[in-house]
């Protein structure tokens, strides 16, 4: 069983920034990819950034410039960097992992980190 553990929301701001933490309890070299997804409040979760096995990273059309998805892979680690930020980013954050052998099924959560942006 995989853990993931989220750290680093909180209010900020509008124009501010804030960095999400992801640890996960195995190698981050064991899944296809890592992923950020957010819930806004009365809306469906919808994914925010990826970040595959190879480095490669995807982005959001709302997010891109502004967010950074990023690893450290010998602390299984994988951060948000989020910049100036706006009220419509305010959500729940997750982290997700995709792991073998079925691409794209994301199958373990993190517990969620909440994100308010004050305007």
């Known amino acids: 069983q995989v853990q993931l553990v989220e750290s680093g929301g909180g209010l900020v701001q509008a124009g501010g920034s804030l960095r999400l933490s992801c640890a996960a309890s195995?190698?981050?070299?064991?899944?296809?990819?890592m992923g950020w997804y957010r819930q806004p409040p009365g809306k469906q979760r919808e994914l925010v950034a990826t970040i595959t096995n190879n480095g490669r990273t995807n982005y959001i059309e709302p997010v891109k410039g502004r967010f950074t998805i990023s690893r450290d892979t010998a602390k299984n680690t994988v951060y948000l960097q989020m910049n100036s930020l706006k009220f419509e980013d305010t959500a729940v954050y997750y982290c997700a992992a995709d792991d073998p052998p079925i691409l794209g099924s994301y199958d373990y959560w993190g517990q969620g980190t909440q994100v308010t942006v004050s305007s």
């Open positions: 195995r190698r981050l070299s064991s899944f296809y990819a």
